[in-house]
C-alpha cells in the first residue's frame, strides 16, 4: 500500500509534468544524475536582504544593515546568465528568498529571468503581502510553491507583525493578508502552501519539527 508522502510525491511529479514538462524532464534524470555523482542542487538565491519585519530567528539581520561599499548586487540580466547555466546542467530548482522577496521592485523581472517552465520555483515569504489576487498573480508568474515564514505559532508572542518596517523604494502596502485557507482554495491551479516558524515558538506538545507543510492545499484543477 502505498504511503501519503509516496502519494503526494508521484502526485507532485505528475502536476509538474502537466504543467512544466521542461522540468519533469529534468527531475525525471535525478537518480541518473546521483548515481553518476552529479549534483542535483537546489538554488537558494537571496537576491535582496531588505525586509518589511523584524524576525528575531532570522539570521539575515545581522547583515541586513551592513554598507555596501561598492559591492556588486543582483539583476535580473544576472539571475538569468546564472540560471542559464543551471538548467544546462540538468538543475530544476529554484528558491527566492531574503530578506523579503515580495517587496523587491524587479520581483517579476527576477521571476521571468529565472525562466518559470525549466524551474520549479519557490518563493519564501513572511506572507504580509500576500493576499487572494497576489497570490493568484505569482501563480500566474510561474511560482510553484509560497513558503510562509513566521516568528511564532502564538499570535500573542509573534513579534514579526510588531514593527513592519517597510523600505520606500517597495510597493504599496495592502491591508493585512486574510489567513492562507481563504484564498488558497480559490486559485485556478495548484499552489501549494507551507509554513515555517522557529522551533523555539511551537507549543509543547508539538517540538519534533519546524516545519509545517501542505496545511492548505488546493484542490488539483479537473
Known amino acids: 500500500m502505498q504511503t501519503p508522502k509516496a502519494k503526494s510525491d508521484v502526485d507532485t511529479r505528475e502536476r ?62 544576472s539571475v538569468k546568465d546564472f540560471c542559464d547555466q543551471a538548467d544546462a546542467l540538468g538543475w530544476a530548482r529554484f528558491e527566492f528568498n531574503g530578506g523579503e522577496p515580495l517587496i523587491v521592485k524587479d520581483f517579476d523581472k527576477v521571476i521571468q529571468a529565472v525562466g518559470p517552465d525549466r524551474f520549479h520555483i519557490t518563493t519564501v515569504t513572511n506572507g504580509w503581502l500576500v493576499n487572494e489576487s497576489r497570490a493568484k498573480h505569482l501563480k500566474d508568474l510561474g511560482v510553484d510553491r509560497i513558503q510562509v515564514s513566521i516568528d511564532s505559532l502564538n499570535p500573542r508572542t509573534t513579534t514579526a507583525s510588531a514593527i513592519p518596517e517597510v523600505p520606500t523604494t517597495a510597493p504599496a502596502v495592502p491591508s493585512k493578508s486574510p489567513g492562507t485557507s481563504a484564498w488558497t482554495h480559490s486559485l485556478p491551479q495548484p499552489l501549494l502552501v507551507n509554513g515555517y516558524t522557529h522551533p523555539n515558538s511551537w507549543p509543547s506538545w508539538n517540538t519534533s519539527t519546524p516545519r509545517v507543510q501542505a496545511s492548505c492545499v488546493p484542490s488539483p484543477s479537473p
Open 16 to 77: 509538474i509534468r502537466t504543467l512544466k514538462p521542461k522540468v519533469y524532464d529534468k527531475v525525471i534524470h535525478f537518480d541518473e544524475m546521483m548515481a553518476t555523482n552529479k549534483p542535483i542542487s537546489l538554488i537558494q538565491m537571496q537576491y535582496r536582504y531588505d525586509c518589511n519585519m523584524k524576525c528575531q530567528h532570522c539570521s539575515v539581520s545581522t547583515i541586513q544593515h551592513q554598507p555596501m561599499n561598492g559591492a556588486r548586487t543582483l539583476d535580473p540580466s
